[in-house]
């Protein structure tokens, strides 16, 4: 499971020019999803995003994390992370995981992210969607959990 996430002024998520999902302060994150991932990937990888230190602190340094800040947590499911971009130059999806696997595992994911942190906003899954972000940096990290 892997998440590319980055640190946010703002963003949301529109589907047919209507917001879905929005955030002030905070994470987006793009979720990936392989054939290869379970729940208890997807819980490490929440705790890992929820405990990233990637907030300035009182002297500038990236030593806060989401929940220290109280920011926004953004979700928003892109199957093209699971890509294998390795060879040629059109990527595979061997990797990624069947659409009814991934909805099952993004849903629970978003479930869990619910439960541990406010506020939580996110993208629909399957869905033709666009992405607005402020991204505040820029700061972005490609997390994998494997």
Not at 7 to 13: E, G, K, Q, S, Y
Not at 73 to 86: E, G, N, S, Y
Request: cysteine-free; charged content about 20%; overall charge neutral.
């Amino acid at each position: 499971m892997f998440a590319l996430i980055q640190r946010v002024t703002r963003a949301h998520v529109e589907v047919e020019g209507r917001t879905v999902g929005a955030i002030d302060r905070g994470i987006l994150a793009l979720i990936g999803v392989e054939a290869a991932d379970n729940p208890e990937i997807g819980a490490r990888l929440l705790e890992k995003v929820l405990t990233y230190r990637i907030f300035p602190d009182d002297a500038g340094k990236m030593n806060l994390n989401l929940q220290q800040i109280r920011g926004g947590l953004l979700l928003v499911p892109q199957f093209t992370l699971a890509a294998d971009t390795r060879k040629g130059t059109r990527p595979s999806f061997s990797s990624a995981a069947a659409p009814e696997q991934a909805r099952a595992l993004f849903e629970a994911l978003l479930g869990a992210a619910r439960a541990a942190h406010a506020p939580v906003a996110s993208g629909v899954f399957g869905a033709d969607m666009q992405v607005h972000l402020v991204n505040d940096g820029p700061v972005t990290f490609n997390l994998n959990i494997t």
